[in-house]
């Protein structure tokens, strides 16, 4: 896992400009700690920062194919592809010649044979840049579900800025700064409208996505998406299915050339995942899968279960651990590593804007920290996000009355945590009216089967709008937070195979059982201790330390007192006026309003951004 960064411009000699293509790539260091360089040619230069996982020796990028001491192709690349094996055998048959045992090399050699209709072929997650010499033409690709972030500015007069964040592109000196009212309805929508970004004229590239830039223009290509089909599988082969697909893809995915682990949390998800990787270790000799959960110092002690927290995490961890005999570490986090000021500035640092979905600054904090404990012991980890998503995990699924009629499932509750401080900033710039657009479009994509109709036609829907848009967001943060201490988190359950497989499953076989995630559970019942196949569904866990509130009351008041912060144009007046008078006011709002806005003058300050509203 890397961090990549370009620049491709037609109408200057880039090797002139070394430095600004230098800079650009040191901004992804915590991304790649391990190695980086820079490959300039008259009109492209290529950033590499790497983080090494296969071929410690041999994967050095940016990496060139040359024939006869020329140039064909050069390749800066992140992620990783899980059958490059098979690639790499395929390739060799038709006379390629390999001086690696990686994958990019793999990735970069299938390009020199199959052309651009090789991103059909690869299995993982990843975001690259290929630069075409013989046709001065870049390629940018981006994998079929987001997992790896890739975004873009196109430049006036041919050309084109790339990096894996943001902040790459911020090294430029032609990009651009500004946040306007269409990057704000994206920040406060919760919506993840597919490319789109937060600062104007600098995009991601959607998912699934080819963008091709040369002197011509650019020209962007859809090459993956979810179908819909017929599903001809009974019900005991859908099972069946379902569970060879999970023992190919963690098989696949626990091959490594560093220290491997999992995060089990207790629940359905992470702990078949946690099962497959030590069946799979079992069977190859490699030894016990290694595992790590997450708590806070007093939260079993004060634990009271609520609606996305009705179980504590440690009883069901336990159960797991001892049964398919993990090597297994608890982290334990206090309420003074949350509030450490360095921590907090790495953790806005590492998002770039704030990722909304679920509530911004403790969960993100907490993940940092995970993050970071974990890297101390291991250098990639299996995660179960997508599960929930993909076989029917939230209340939505099954209580389509806790969404609103015309909006994206969790939009609403999304905006329950900030109507007041953030109100009137929303309402100028119409989030309500963004949302409501943004579901008329993700309806409208919605690929249906003739005739299909009630709880199924509702179940698919939903299915949809959780892959496509709700799941990205849980991706963004995972990986920004995860790279940033050089982690390299994987997530088996966003194989694109086993993603159109249950997609296009009947609505009857995922809750065949009267519970969620039927189809999961049952793929899983051999793995599993009874309870934790019927654990409730449970949310990562929250702080419940009041201690953190405090903190971050005392801070949002002491940032409205000076009236000069960077995030004041988009508070409501009146919630700041009442806090200037009395300190003790800033108690009345919500953690998620005030990590909010605590974040956002962070990032607007640093990142030295206009808002234009």
Not at 88 to 111: I, Q, W
Not at 208 to 215: K, N
Not at 426 to 442: F, K, L, N, W
């Amino acid at each position: 896992m890397c961090g990549i960064a370009g620049w491709v411009d037609f109408t200057a000699d880039l090797r002139q400009e070394a430095a600004v293509v230098r800079e650009m790539t040191a901004t992804m260091t915590l991304r790649g700690p391990d190695a980086g360089d820079v490959w300039i040619a008259p009109h492209a230069a290529l950033g590499h920062r790497r983080l090494a996982i296969i071929d410690l020796e041999g994967g050095a990028q940016p990496m060139v194919a040359e024939e006869g001491g020329r140039v064909q192709a050069a390749l800066t690349y992140a992620g990783e592809v899980y059958n490059f094996r098979e690639l790499r055998e395929e390739l060799v048959l038709k006379g390629h010649r390999f001086r690696t045992r990686s994958d990019t090399e793999v990735v970069l050699r299938s390009y020199l044979e199959w052309g651009e209709s090789f991103v059909d072929r690869l299995n993982g997650m990843f975001a690259f840049a290929i630069w075409d010499a013989r046709s001065e033409e870049l390629l940018l690709v981006r994998d079929r579900v987001g997992i790896k972030p890739l975004y873009y500015q196109l430049l006036p007069g041919g050309g084109v800025l790339f990096g894996s964040e943001p902040k790459a592109i911020l090294a430029h000196p032609r990009a651009s700064r500004t946040v306007d009212a269409d990057g704000l309805r994206e920040l406060f929508g919760g919506v993840k409208a597919p490319g789109a970004g937060v600062i104007s004229g600098m995009p991601e590239l959607a998912p699934g996505h080819v963008l091709r830039v040369s002197r011509d223009g650019h020209r962007l290509r859809r090459y993956w998406r979810l179908e819909a089909h017929e599903h001809t599988d009974d019900l005991p082969t859908t099972i069946r299915t379902v569970r060879e697909l999970l023992e190919d893809i963690v098989t696949r995915q626990i091959v490594s050339d560093v220290p491997l682990c999992t995060m089990l949390s207790g629940g359905l998800d992470s702990s078949t995942l946690t099962a497959l990787a030590a069946l799979a270790k079992q069977q190859d000799g490699s030894g016990k899968v290694r595992s790590f959960d997450v708590d806070f110092v007093g939260y079993l002690d004060n634990f009271e279960p609520d609606l996305t927290h009705p179980t504590a995490d440690s009883p069901y961890v336990r159960q797991v651990v001892d049964h398919v005999g993990a090597d297994h570490r608890h982290i334990l986090l206090g309420n003074a590593e949350m509030i450490d000021a360095p921590t907090r500035r790495a953790v806005v640092h590492a998002l770039d804007w704030p990722v909304l979905i679920a509530g911004p600054g403790s969960m993100d904090i907490s993940l940092y920290l995970l993050f970071r404990a974990i890297r101390g012991q291991s250098t990639v980890a299996l995660t179960g996000e997508s599960a929930d998503e993909l076989f029917g995990g939230y209340p939505w699924f099954h209580h389509p009355e806790y969404g609103q009629p015309g909006t994206l499932p969790w939009s609403l509750a999304h905006n329950l945590g900030m109507p007041a401080l953030f109100g009137p900033v929303t309402t100028r710039v119409d989030v309500r009216g963004y949302q409501a657009e943004q579901y008329r479009q993700a309806a409208a994509a919605v690929p249906r089967m003739p005739g299909e109709s009630g709880r199924a036609r509702q179940f698919r829907e939903s299915t949809y709008f959780f892959l496509t848009r709700f799941m990205r967001t849980l991706l963004d943060r995972k990986d920004r937070l995860s790279m940033a201490v050089g982690l390299e988190v994987r997530v088996p359950f966003c194989d694109h195979r086993l993603q159109d497989y249950v997609f296009n499953a009947p609505f009857e076989f995922k809750t065949f059982d009267g519970q969620w995630k039927s189809l999961l559970r049952a793929a899983a019942k051999d793995l599993l201790p009874e309870a934790v196949l019927n654990r409730p569904k449970t949310g990562y866990p929250i702080s419940n330390d009041a201690a953190y509130d405090r903190y971050v009351q005392e801070r949002f008041a002491k940032l409205v007192a000076g009236g000069d912060s960077a995030v004041l144009p988009l508070l409501n007046p009146t919630i700041v006026e009442d806090v200037r008078r009395d300190a003790t006011a800033a108690a009345g709002l919500t953690r998620i309003e005030i990590d909010m806005a605590l974040h956002l003058d962070e990032w607007i300050s640093a990142y030295g951004l206009d808002l234009a509203v």
